[in-house]
């Protein structure tokens, strides 16, 4: 099994900053991909950013230029470098991973989420 646990999250002013971090563990053969979304109350769940193996990264439209997914393939662990925060980007913020934990066996992995809120 694997798991994902973020960390980071917490109260900031808009335009502030947050650095979000996601450590995998458990019986990890192969990392694919790893990716961050976000789920604000009453809304549904959407991509934030993701990066690859090769570290290609994806970005939501509302978040390109202030947010930077990055990887240390190393240690296993994901971050989101949250920059010129806004009040729209509060929210639970979930890591997710796509990983090989033998050399067959594939699957999708979510993390509890960490709550992030950008309020004066």
């Known amino acids: 099994q694997v798991q994902l646990m973020e960390s980071g999250g917490g109260l900031v002013q808009p335009g502030g900053s947050l650095r979000l971090s996601c450590v995998a563990s458990?019986?990890?053969?192969?990392?694919?991909?790893l990716g961050w979304y976000r789920r604000a109350p009453g809304d549904q769940r959407e991509l934030v950013a993701t990066?690859?193996?090769?570290?290609?990264?994806d970005y939501a439209d509302s978040v390109k230029g202030r947010f930077t997914i990055s990887r240390d393939n190393a240690r296993n662990t994901l971050y989101l470098q949250m920059n010129s925060l806004k009040a729209e980007d509060t929210a639970v913020y979930y890591c997710?991973?796509?990983?090989?934990?033998?050399?067959?066996?594939?699957?999708?992995?979510w993390g509890q989420g960490t709550q992030v809120t950008v309020s004066s």
């Open positions: 997710t991973g796509r990983i090989y934990t033998t050399p067959r066996q594939l699957d999708d992995y």
């Open positions: 990066i690859n193996a090769g570290h290609a990264t």
């Open positions: 458990g019986s990890i053969f192969h990392i694919v991909s």
